[in-house]
Each structure stands twice: as structure tokens, then as C-alpha cells.
């Protein structure tokens, strides 16, 4: 079944108003996730936020996925590549990115996220062989590094550079992300089955891993402060993971795959302007160059895979 399986069966141009206000939601709420993680890491383990950000993030699309049949048994079959795709898409991603928003600036660490769709070509050029290597390809490529490096600032060492254990964790998890965009597309795409179905699939998998190897003592911690643990049921678990998958298969249903991914450029510039505005982090203007490199890579690369 197909992602327009989401959609109603109208005219070409209906239902396009309300996929775009979806496309700009699941930009703010994507990118607000990094002042959440921020809230909750002064309370609770970066384990313990993904833990619970899963189950909150689960329960609904669970409720979903039951309402509209989308479950079978049969595809239990392909448990091992749900697995995969559980570890790369959630369990490790969601971790890398709380340790490193946990060390960063909630700010920065939404910039960095930017940098997703270049270790997706990375790794589709190393695995699927489908990317041409030319300059369009390369000069992306290295637009997207140079604006890391910028935000990174490996070279700068005093107390208002980025901490380095932190920019790893931020590489490391949109490693993971990157890459399972290429397993999704070469091992579970062919598979044909439904979006929802998948998703649930993935992230219940990823419940039992967190759920086996995370630490409780002290995750209450989280629920003895009214903001952090409002962030975290509703903005990292309802909206950050149930909601936004749901509003994900929408975009894709009406826009298309091309255009749909085209709602990784919003989180970077909304977590930027959170920070700034509403929780008072300082911009640099380092980090504004770096932030539109890291766009500019990925608006090349993507400018090129659409024509």
C-alpha cells in the first residue's frame, strides 16, 4: 500500500493548503525538540528522555495504527529489518541527539541537525551507487562539512566554543538518521508495506530495546517540574514522535517523497530561533554562516536529485 493510502481520493490540488500546514507544523515541531531535550536533561539521563519520549510517542500511533487496521502478523517476517531501522531511525538517533543537545546549546544542536540529508548522500553514494559523483554532488557535499566545522569551531578551545563531546554526539546520531534513509530505501522500500504499519513497528522494537537497557532510578525526576515534563509527554513524545510520523505520511501522501524531505530544512532555523528568542541563547555570527552552509549543501544536493 502506498503513502497515498493516507490521503483522500481527490483532485490533484485538493487537500495541498492543508499538506502545507502540515509541512510547516512538522518543521516547528521537529525543531523545537532540542529546547525540550534541553529542559529535560537537567532533570533525567539523556537514556531516560529517549525512553520515555518513545512511549509517549508510541501510545498514540499504537491507537492509530489499531483504529485504522494497519497491523498484520504477516509482516513479522521482516522483523529483522524493522529491527535495523529501529536502532538506526530511533533507539541510537534519538539517544546521540539528547546526549548532544544535553552538552550543547539547544540552538546549535538544532543547526547541526542539518547536516542529516548530507550523510544520507554519503551513504547513498557508498551503498545504492545511485548518486553521480560530480560538482554538483561534491561541491553540496563539502558546503554541508564547512558549515559543521563552523558551528563546531574544533580549532576554538575557550568557554564559548561548542563542546566537541557534544558536536559528535550530534554528527554520530545524524549518521544514523542519514543512513537509514539508504537501508529504508534499499531493503524495506521493496517490501510494500504500509507507512504506518512500519512505523509502528519500529518504534515498538525500539520501546523494548530502550525499555531493557535503560536505568529507571531517578526518571520521576522529570515529572516534579511542570515544564520539563510538559516538553517532554507533549512536545518530544505526542508531537515530536507520534504526531509527527503521522504528519510526515500526510506530506508524502500529497507533495511527494521530493518534496516532502524538503522539511529537513525547517528544524535547523526554528531551533535557531528558539533558542535566541525564547530561551535567550546567543547567536554568533559564525553560527549563522555555518547554519546557511549546511542549507546550501543540502539545497544543492537536493536541487539536483529533483531535476
Known amino acids: 500500500m502506498s503513502t ?129 559523483i560530480n560538482a554538483r554532488t561534491i561541491g553540496g557535499t563539502v558546503l554541508g562539512f564547512l558549515g559543521v566545522l563552523l558551528i563546531a569551531r574544533p580549532w576554538n578551545h575557550d568557554v564559548a566554543s561548542a563542546n566537541l563531546a557534544g558536536v559528535f554526539w550530534m554528527i554520530a546520531g545524524s549518521f544514523s538518521l542519514g543512513f537509514s534513509f539508504v537501508y529504508a530505501r534499499k531493503f524495506v522500500s521493496p517490501l510494500k508495506l504500509m507507512p504506518l504499519a512500519l512505523t509502528t513497528y519500529q518504534i515498538g522494537l525500539a520501546l523494548a530495546i530502550l525499555a531493557l537497557t535503560t536505568p529507571f532510578r531517578g526518571i520521576t525526576a522529570v515529572f516534579g517540574d511542570g515544564r520539563a515534563s510538559m516538553g517532554l509527554v507533549i512536545g518530544l513524545g505526542l508531537c515530536g514522535t507520534g504526531l509527527a510520523y503521522i504528519l510526515y505520511y500526510r506530506i508524502v501522501g500529497r507533495l511527494g517523497a521530493i518534496a516532502a524531505s524538503g522539511v529537513t530544512y525547517l528544524p535547523p532555523i526554528v531551533a535557531l530561533v528558539i533558542g535566541a528568542a525564547l530561551v535567550g541563547e546567543p547567536v554568533r555570527g559564525l553560527d549563522l554562516v555555518g547554519m546557511a552552509a549546511i542549507l546550501a549543501g543540502v539545497a544543492v544536493l537536493q536541487w539536483g536529485r529533483s531535476k
Open 4 to 132: 497515498n493510502a493516507f490521503s483522500a481520493k481527490r483532485g490533484p490540488t485538493s487537500g495541498l493548503g492543508g499538506a502545507y500546514a502540515a509541512f510547516a507544523l512538522l518543521g516547528l515541531v521537529w525543531g523545537s525538540n532540542f529546547v525540550f531535550t534541553k529542559w529535560a536533561a537537567a532533570l533525567i539521563s539523556p537514556a531516560q528522555i529517549v525512553l520515555l519520549r518513545v512511549i509517549f510517542g508510541f501510545l498514540p500511533l499504537l491507537v492509530v495504527a489499531l483504529a485504522t487496521r494497519s497491523l498484520s502478523w504477516r509482516d513479522w517476517r521482516h522483523a529483522h529489518h524493522f529491527l535495523v531501522m529501529s536502532v538506526l531511525a530511533m533507539a541510537f538517533y534519538y539517544f546521540a541527539f539528547a546526549e548532544g543537545t544535553a552538552l550543547l546549546l539547544s540552538s546549535v544542536a538544532g543547526m547541526l541537525s542539518g547536516a542529516v540529508p548530507i550523510f544520507t548522500f554519503i551513504t547513498a553514494v557508498a551503498i545504492l551507487r545511485e548518486e553521480p
